[in-house]
């Protein structure tokens, strides 16, 4: 299984189809999926015949853009996935960035390490010009990695969606990082950080 990065802590490899039950386990959490769905998990026969065929076709299409899961170099376990790929419009140069991770992961800093590491790469070796992120304003422990990874504020919007979520009354909110800015906030020695800040990554930041 092809890994496209590594950290300290993290392998993200490529999704193959044996990759159900560890989609299916995470989906099934509704503390996972609390901010995504309303706590209802997805069906597995979603994630076997659209979601994971989805995500092989994008590898054959794309250069370290898609998602991708996320395991543990120490052990091998999965932890849940990340996704850095194309805005809308396909745009390759603006990156949604977004993760989803089972609760054993959370609060042990791996959301920011893992989102660091494919914004510096992305920033470094794809052409990238701009990262953003979307997630409930509620969700406060999203919005923190996200600014911790350097993205700031950009709007806030309507929740838009089939399900009810708990606080989405109060909207969405986006989250941008600009090559730019990036590159100035390594002038001040903070590009490629990936030490473990402790974050609590509930589950949404613009995931499928």
């Not at 065929?53 to 370290?64: E, I, N």
Request: with cysteine; net charge negative.
């Amino acid at each position: 299984m092809p890994i496209i990065l590594e950290t300290r802590r993290l392998a993200l490899r490529q999704f193959t189809e044996d990759d159900v039950d560890n989609l299916f386990d995470l989906n099934s959490d509704p503390e996972v999926m609390r901010y995504l769905t309303g706590g209802k998990p997805t069906p597995r026969e979603v994630l076997r015949d659209e979601i994971i065929p989805f995500h092989l076709s994008v590898y054959q299409r794309l250069d370290r853009l898609g998602t991708w899961a996320a395991e543990s170099t120490a052990t091998g376990e999965f932890l849940g996935w990340f996704h850095f790929r194309p805005g809308p419009g396909s745009d390759l140069s603006n990156i949604d960035l977004g993760y989803r991770l089972r609760r054993s992961a959370w609060n042990k800093g791996y959301a920011t390490e893992g989102s660091r590491a494919l914004i510096n790469m992305g920033f470094t070796d794809l052409g990238v010009e701009r990262v953003f992120g979307h997630t409930m304003a509620v969700n406060t422990a999203s919005r923190r990695v996200l600014e911790k990874c350097g993205l700031t504020l950009v709007r806030t919007t309507p929740c838009e969606g089939p399900d009810v979520i708990e606080g989405s009354e109060h909207g969405e909110v986006e989250y941008a990082l600009t090559k730019p800015e990036w590159e100035a906030h390594a002038a001040g020695g903070t590009r490629g950080a990936t030490a473990a800040v402790s974050a609590r990554p509930s589950d949404r930041v613009s995931s499928r």
